[in-house]
């Protein structure tokens, strides 16, 4: 028998066996009597949360096979009515076919929530509206609050009282903690001790009357804090103190009041420069200087102001007194020294200073301002130019006390004296009479033949006699004079001596100048540019007569060009006078017949004057001259529709049409027609123009607008549509269709318009700007927010996205986004403005100012900017700023800008183009407010 048959022998033969039916175990040894959980339920409520940390899981014999939740058969879990809760069949197998029903069932839930959807959001955001109108934020309970603050005036504000603690403290009922029991003084200094350090020492000196300050800043210690051990100690350092500043003897001996000398402190200058150390380091070393160099003068001087400073007025006149006996050659000396003397005491320092150094003219100059009276005065000057004859200034401050008559008579011994000085010269010629003055200037030629000045004033005294023909002689014969005698021309100095003529009211002499010196030194390449170069230069420092010389001197080499006629014109207009600027384009068109401007603003200024037919004369000239001229019929048309003369303007535009033939003059005639009411003629004249100019936008655009003033807007659409089509690349056109959808209501519409337009056009900052307001308008201000991101990062450098960057933000913010925008754009005159107007908000008026001149002068063809800069005047300025402005408007003649170019061309104002203060006032009233 081997090992196997013994292990089978003992082992049972049930098991691994069923147990056959109705077998209890435990029953035949009375293992009956206990009871388990199943037969008293289970431990925990129905309703208890279940613990998720003692989970059983049913794994199965491969690792692949999932999970499988067992069935919950407790009697908590049953119902009588709906029996055991749970899936009936979720331990069933999950087939495709529950899969294809899941899928059904999820899409016909999915489906019915969208019906819902817009009814659920509608109703959700009506409950969210009737919550804030039950139950208000406190921002909104203020905001009629916050918007009345904006009419407080500063006075309203600075009348606000100031707030202050009302806070009441509640009184502590238990008294017997607030008691204090007084520390001993002995205790308190005894603890100072230990410490290593004193109050007293540390701080400064105290003095011994209570009450009183000392020259340190500090304060004597109240009775009964009097600590008259430190005061001991203090005592020897105090004494030290007052016994150096209080020297004021030469011999030794001191003013010490032994009575009050602490008290007296006060008298004492403080010291500013700084550590005591510093001062003492630089007093050694100022005492060594002039110990090793006893003649070295600046170190002397810059001792004895080192004393001065420090408060020893005394101890720095000994130094200089010893100075002045060791260096008696040195001028700086003895005028330091009298400096730090009385004025009795300076007086005798400049009289022995005189005596030591009498060649000395600052000495002799100290001397003069040293005396009060004049005749005083009079006489140290002569005695001075008897020591110093040959002295320029000491004769200019002889000459400025003397009268007329006795100046002429001492100018006479002057230049004797000083032949070479020319002020003292020019001076004695000034005084004289015309004969004698030109002897004199004549005089001075022979002894200075090297100066400029001579012979320029020589040409003013002709000028300023009426000899005009010897000006332009004496200017040719200074240059080869002066070129004879080896002296360089400078044109620069030269020119700059033209814009002091000019601003001395010697045009003559100016001009003389300007024609003899302007072409030196310029090559022959050069000369248009420099010459241009030089007239602005003059113009912009107001020298006018400069500049007319050098124009005209131009346009004596440059007949033919029209760019410098041109420069020429619109300087006289900004300058000059209304002859002179007619004078010069009467000129300009006999050179240039050509140059179809020069007729234009030639008619121009006859129209503006009120000599309609003049210009009418000037405009028949300019058509022999240019038959086919468009700009010159467009001109003419204009002139006799704004004159009301409409039926020449139709003539002229018939006669335009069949001669010229341009789409402009079909355009001017389709406008005329509208402007009077003929919208028939008008829409038929487009018709015609469009037959010959299919791909012209702007008879679209017109016709459009005529048709939704007619009430047919589905025609406009289509002829918006039609124009779209043939000129894609047209923003009005798109703008114009995208904003009639916008007024029937079709924003979705709209949307899409403006979005195939910038598909077309996706740099254009116009189509951003209005796809953004129309996302504002519908409400939608986040997508207004992303719109203006996309749009700001495909134009980073437009104005106007900037512009409406900051006022889309909100206020806090305004200031930071304006930065950004200056940064990226700070030459655009639409961010400027948006500056403007932020500051205008913020009622920072001065400031608001600056940037509405900044935003003109950097684009002023931008109406927008000056309806606003009026608007602006109108309601804090004066009057006389208003037509300040009015004038530089009209200057300016601005032709573009958003809400400028729809009030200008208004139909309804269409007789009122060219009247700058109206158009002012209506596009002013059109601009929206602030916000």
């Known amino acids: 028998m081997n090992v196997q048959n013994l292990v089978n022998k003992k082992k049972k033969a049930f098991i691994g066996m069923t147990a056959p039916p109705g077998y209890v175990p435990g029953l035949g040894r009375g293992a009956t009597g206990f009871t388990t959980r199943s037969d008293i339920g289970p431990a925990r409520e129905a309703t ?74 509608e109703r959700l955001k009506e409950e969210i509206k009737r919550y804030r109108q039950e139950k208000p934020k406190i921002q909104q309970q203020f905001e009629d609050i916050k918007r009345e603050l904006g009419t407080m005036s500063a006075d309203d504000w600075t009348a606000i009282p100031e707030v202050t603690n009302m806070t009441r403290t509640k009184k502590n009922k238990n008294t017997r903690a607030e008691r204090f029991t007084p520390v001993p003084d002995s205790l308190i200094e005894r603890v100072a001790y230990q410490q290593g350090r004193s109050a007293y020492a540390d701080s400064g000196i105290a003095t011994a009357m209570p009450g009183t300050a000392t020259s340190f800043g500090l304060q004597t210690p109240a009775p009964g804090e009097l600590d008259l051990l430190q005061i001991g100690v203090a005592k020897n350092s105090m004494l030290g103190v007052k016994l150096d500043q209080a020297s004021d003897s030469v011999a030794g001996q001191t003013v010490v009041d032994p009575k009050g ?75 330091e020294a009298a400096r730090l003397q009385p004025p009795e005491m300076a007086k005798s320092i400049i009289a022995k200073a005189v005596r030591n150094l009498p060649q000395s003219v600052k000495i002799w100059d100290k001397a003069t301002q040293l005396e009060e009276d004049t005749m005083a005065k009079r006489r140290v000057l002569r005695k001075a130019l008897e020591n110093i004859p040959n002295s320029v200034k000491l004769w200019k401050d002889a000459v400025e006390l003397e009268e007329p008559s006795d100046a002429r008579i001492l100018l006479g011994r002057a230049v004797e004296c000083c032949p070479t000085a020319v002020e003292l010269w020019l001076a004695l010629a000034k005084l004289e009479t015309y004969d004698n003055a030109r002897k004199v200037l004549n005089k001075a030629r022979l002894k200075i033949p090297t100066d400029r000045k001579i012979w320029i004033n020589a040409a003013r005294l002709e000028e300023a006699n009426s000899n005009k023909e010897m000006v332009h002689k004496i200017i040719e014969r200074a240059v080869s004079s002066l070129k004879a005698n080896m002296v360089e021309i400078n044109r620069e100095l030269w020119l700059k001596e033209a814009e002091e003529c000019d601003q001395a009211e010697s045009p003559i002499t100016c001009q003389a100048i300007v024609r ?45 060009k029209k760019s410098i006629w041109q420069r020429a014109a619109f300087f006289e207009k900004n300058h000059g006078t209304t002859e002179q600027y007619e004078s010069l384009l009467q000129r300009a068109v006999t050179y ?83 402007c009077l009411g003929n919208l028939a003629g008008a829409l038929q004249t487009i018709k015609y123009g469009l037959e010959k100019f299919p791909e012209f936008p702007k008879f679209y655009l017109m016709k459009g607008q005529i048709e939704i003033q007619m009430g047919h ?6 002829t918006f549509d039609l124009g779209i089509k043939r000129s894609p690349n047209s923003i009005p056109l798109w703008i114009s269709l995208a904003t009639l959808e916008i007024d029937e209501g079709n924003i979705t519409k709209a949307r899409s318009i403006l979005e195939k337009a910038r598909v077309r056009n996706p740099v254009n900052d116009e189509l951003w700007v209005n796809a953004i307001r129309l996302e504002v308008k519908a409400g939608n201000d986040n997508v207004a927010q992303a719109l203006l991101a996309r749009a700001l990062q495909t134009c980073p450098k437009s104005g106007r996205l900037w512009s409406e960057c900051i006022f889309m933000a909100p206020r806090p913010a305004r200031k930071t986004k304006s930065v950004d925008g200056l940064k990226n754009c700070d030459n655009d005159a639409h961010i400027v403005l948006a500056v403007a107007r932020l500051f205008w908000l913020e009622r920072k008026m001065k400031k608001a100012q600056e940037w509405f001149i900044k935003a003109v002068k950097l684009d002023p063809d931008l109406g927008d900017t000056w309806a606003t800069y009026y608007k602006f005047t109108a309601s804090h300025g004066t009057e006389d700023e208003l037509k300040k402005l009015v004038e530089k408007c009209s200057q300016a003649d601005p032709h573009h800008g958003e809400y400028w170019c729809k009030t200008t061309k208004c139909i309804e104002n269409w007789r009122q183009d060219g009247n700058v203060e109206t158009m002012l006032k209506l596009c002013a009233k059109s601009l929206p407010e602030l916000r």
Not at 106 to 120: L, P, T, Y
Not at 713 to 718: E, M, T
């Open 261 to 335: 000398y602490l008290t007296d402190l006060n008298s004492i200058t403080p010291r500013n420069l700084g550590d005591v150390g510093d001062i003492k380091k630089a007093r050694l070393l100022l005492q060594s200087v002039t110990n090793t160099n006893p003649k070295h003068a600046p170190g002397w001087i810059a001792a004895a102001r080192l004393e001065e400073v420090t408060g020893k007025l005394q101890q720095a006149r000994n130094i200089i007194v010893k100075a002045c006996e060791v260096c008696p050659n040195n001028e700086d000396v003895w005028i």
């Open 48 to 121: 208890d949360i279940s613990d998720e940390r003692h989970k059983n899981f049913n794994k199965g014999k491969s690792g692949d096979r999932q999970e499988e939740e067992e069935e919950d058969l407790n009697e908590s879990n049953y119902d009588e009515f709906n029996g055991y809760g749970g899936s009936l069949f979720g331990g069933g197998p999950y087939d495709k076919e529950d899969e294809e029903a899941d899928v059904v069932y999820e899409s016909i839930d999915k489906r019915m929530d969208d019906r819902r959807k817009v009814r659920r959001e």
């Open 592 to 674: 240039c017949p050509k140059a179809e401007v020069l007729w234009l603003m030639r008619a121009k200024s006859k129209w503006l004057a009120g000599n309609v037919p003049e210009a009418r004369s000037i405009l028949n000239d300019a058509f022999g001259a240019n038959p086919n001229s468009e700009e010159i019929w467009i001109a003419a048309i204009t002139l006799e529709s704004k004159n009301n003369e409409h039926e020449r303007a139709r003539k002229l535009l018939q006669k335009a049409r069949e001669t010229a033939g341009t789409a402009r003059v079909w355009m001017k005639s389709a406008r005329l027609e509208w």
């Open 516 to 560: 003899t010196v302007i072409a030196m030194g310029v090559e022959i390449e050069d000369r248009k540019h420099t010459w241009m170069e030089d007239a602005e230069s003059f113009a912009a420092n107001k020298a006018y007569v400069a500049a007319r010389a050098v124009y005209a001197n131009t346009l004596t080499v440059f007949p033919t």
């Open 713 to 718: 807007k589905d025609l406009a659409r289509n």
